[in-house]
């Protein structure tokens, strides 16, 4: 009583894309092609009632694979938000930004101190700029180098963050480039519903 109705609808809304059946356009009408749904946890508990209504709608049921959350720059307890720019790294971000917000705000696992840093070391289960450079760094030998001088106090956190503003200046760099030649017809086409280049023969002309 007294809550928006869409609190009701949205549960559906989240679970229609869930079924072929949705796409007459891709899958020729066809309702028997299983949905696979990678996700996060917070969506979870849309595709488990899903899986619980399917069958007796006569659908199959969706599988999911669940992802891991990029930690918000304050570290794990908190969260991303666009009302906030400085809780993440946006891909609109200039070079000076990502430096400035890595730097400034970053969750160090480090120690207060250089002397107790060296000493005791860093925390990479709570250093953000560690975990992000976990999902942007292609070289593991070089993510395993920093973590074993991270946590033994020989690397820096300054260090650290220089290492994670560089792929990250980078990354979003080359998506500026590519974003600049976007127009919007190339949009209306990318978003325009069309067959895709797979045969989904419709069962009723088999």
Excluded: W
Excluded at 47 to 59: I, L, S, W
């Amino acid at each position: 009583r007294g809550d928006s109705i869409g609190k009701i609808s949205f549960p559906a809304i989240q679970a229609a894309p869930s079924f072929s059946c949705m796409f007459p356009e891709i899958f020729n009408g066809r309702s028997d092609i299983p949905c696979f749904i990678p996700c996060a946890i917070d969506q979870d508990p849309y595709f488990r009632m899903t899986r619980d209504v399917a069958p007796r709608m006569g659908c199959l049921k969706p599988a999911l694979i669940h992802s891991t959350f990029f930690p918000a720059l304050q570290g794990a307890q908190t969260k991303m938000s666009a009302s906030d720019p400085n809780s993440s790294i946006f891909v609109t971000d200039t070079d000076q930004q990502i430096k400035d917000k890595i730097n400034k705000y970053a969750f160090s696992g480090g120690g207060a101190t250089v002397e107790e840093h060296k000493l005791k070391g860093g925390n990479c289960d709570v250093d953000v700029s560690y975990q992000y450079l976990t999902f942007f760094m292609e070289d593991d030998k070089r993510l395993e180098e920093i973590r074993k001088t991270y946590t033994s106090g020989e690397l820096m956190t300054g260090s650290l963050k220089k290492e994670l503003v560089e792929i990250l200046q980078k990354l979003v760099g080359e998506h500026r480039k590519r974003r600049e030649d976007v127009t919007d017809d190339l949009v209306r086409q990318f978003m325009k519903p069309r067959k895709l280049k797979f045969d989904y023969p419709n069962p009723d002309n088999m």
